[in-house]
């Protein structure tokens, strides 16, 4: 009788007012917002805590971005003045310390989550109606349902795929490869090409067409390919790669490329000890439910939502990366605050705007952008509507140093007040100079407010207040 009791307990369902499937940035912030706005809130997630951006992206990313930033410092010291002989570095040192802030960060979640009392279920959820979900066999019912699941790196489908590792694996990297091949032309391609080339590796990035980040503003993109050729990555364009061998008995590999377009020629990639498959990212969906649900998806698995992050069936929604809109951690962490505010504080008009959003890609330079690129601008306004203002020059870091890199910066305008719709910038520092132009472009500045703006110097911000 006390079996049957303690299996009737746990068949009945527990009610709460939110409940968010995926702890990552976007549900973790939109759970505890709507519990500080007195929700009955909680999170059901089966992995770590923090999701992708916390435990293998943006976090452990820029750590080995300053790890890879110090290796570049280093090469610079005797130009001023510092005697550095015998420089060793030690991946295990850094990937020891790294993981263990990582954990620190997760207690620090799992504090939070306690703070604002957010239940946290652990286990895979699936929906078994439009207003529940199970976990583990435990059903639970909630008036609001938000999907935060994120995404996943997409997995190569070629022979010896399984040879690959993706950026997830990245991190568990026990030492510095030798000699890299990374698969893909995006940013997070780019990043881990950038870092491992600055800490020693030899690195190829394989790119199906004719140069990396074909996405962003064309001066970017043009200026990051000079750098990498400059820094020693070798970019082959116009290529695709056909599989991947494992090399004799040891552990190297080979990497056949095929041409992409009829601008690529065949060739073989030998004595490979990592392959980094970068090839973007999917929807993390599986088991999820949906179907049963109702929940409707586009073709590539993202869940269709509105402008207010409503999903096809009223009461779920979806944001962040899952919903497919600017795969970006504070995207989702702003917009998940702004639902939470929406539902239980009684805001029926509150959404994110997803314009004029700033980001920076940790590349070496560092690329920071925010609003239109050029072309874009040409194609929303028309060429004759469009002014753009461009700078090129090094930065006053290298005036010693016999290791240069270029800044180039360009602001795009609409005629005829010169509304700046467009901030791009690449060269040293760039990540950080951002954050107050995005605020400015976001209040509509015009050119004229850009220059009336005494400039800072030296620095190298200033050179997009003193423009002409």
């Known amino acids: 009788n006390f079996m049957q009791l303690g299996r009737l307990a746990m068949a009945a369902a527990r009610s709460f007012d939110f409940l968010v499937v995926g702890g990552g940035s976007g549900g973790l912030a939109s759970a505890r ?11 059901i997630e089966h992995g770590r805590i923090g999701g992708t951006c916390v435990n293998v992206g943006c976090v452990p990313k820029k750590v080995m971005y300053y790890t890879a930033v110090h290796a570049e410092f280093i090469h610079d010291h005797p130009d001023y003045g510092f005697s550095v002989s015998d420089v060793q570095f030690n991946w295990p040192t850094i990937k020891k310390a790294r993981d263990e802030y990582i954990k620190r960060l997760n207690g620090i979640y799992f504090n939070n989550l306690d703070k604002d ?15 529940e979900v199970k976990v583990e ?6 008036k609001h349902i938000l ?26 990297l026990e030492d510095l490869p030798k000699k890299v091949v990374v ?3 995006g940013y997070i391609a780019v990043e881990l090409a950038g870092i491992l080339n600055a800490l020693g590796s030899k690195v190829s990035v394989v790119a199906r067409y004719h140069k990396v980040l074909r996405s962003f503003d ?7 390919m000079e750098e990498m050729a400059s820094a020693g990555v070798e970019v082959v364009k116009f290529s695709k790669v056909k599989e991947i061998t494992k090399e004799g008995s040891g552990s190297t590999m080979g990497v056949s490329l095929v041409p992409n377009t009829d601008e690529g020629k065949p060739q073989v990639i030998q004595g490979v000890d990592c392959v980094l498959w970068a090839v973007g990212r999917e929807a993390n969906a599986d088991g999820l439910g949906l179907g049963v649900a109702g929940v409707k998806c586009d073709k590539r698995g993202f869940i269709c939502v509105d402008e207010y992050q409503n999903a096809s069936v009223q009461g779920i929604y979806a944001l962040g990366d899952i919903a497919g809109n600017k795969l970006l951690t504070p995207v989702a962490i702003a917009a998940g605050r702004k639902l939470a505010h929406r539902l239980f504080e009684n805001k029926p008009d509150l959404k994110l705007d997803y314009s004029n959003i700033p980001t920076v890609v940790f590349s070496h330079p560092p690329i920071a952008t925010v609003g239109l690129a050029e072309a874009e601008a040409v194609a929303q306004y028309g060429a004759d509507k469009v002014k753009t203002y461009r700078s ?9 140093t016999s290791r240069k890199t ?3 910066m360009k602001l795009v305008t609409i005629l005829p007040d010169e509304k700046v719709v467009g901030l791009h910038t690449i060269g040293l520092g760039s990540d950080e100079l951002l954050q107050g132009f995005g605020v400015a472009i976001k209040m509509g500045a015009t050119k004229a407010d850009f220059d009336s703006c005494v400039a800072i110097h030296p620095t190298s911000s200033e050179e997009l207040v003193t423009l002409r």
Not at 117 to 131: C, D, M
Not at 151 to 164: A, Q, R, V, W, Y
Not at 218 to 224: H, I, K, N, P, Q
Request: overall charge positive.
């Open 33 to 43: 917002r709507a519990a500080q706005l007195g929700a009955k809130a909680a999170i």
């Open 117 to 131: 009392k957010v239940e946290f279920i652990k286990g895979h959820a699936s929906f078994s109606s439009p207003k």
């Open 137 to 142: 066999g435990q059903t639970y019912t909630a």
């Open 147 to 172: 999907i935060a699941s994120g995404t996943k790196p997409t997995l190569p489908n070629i022979p010896g795929g399984e040879h690959c590792i993706t950026s997830d694996g990245f991190f568990e």
């Open 183 to 185: 698969i893909g032309s």
């Open 218 to 224: 064309e001066m970017l993109s043009d200026g990051l």
């Open 392 to 400: 090129t020059f090094t930065a006053l870091y290298h005036a010693v």
């Open 406 to 408: 270029k800044t180039h």
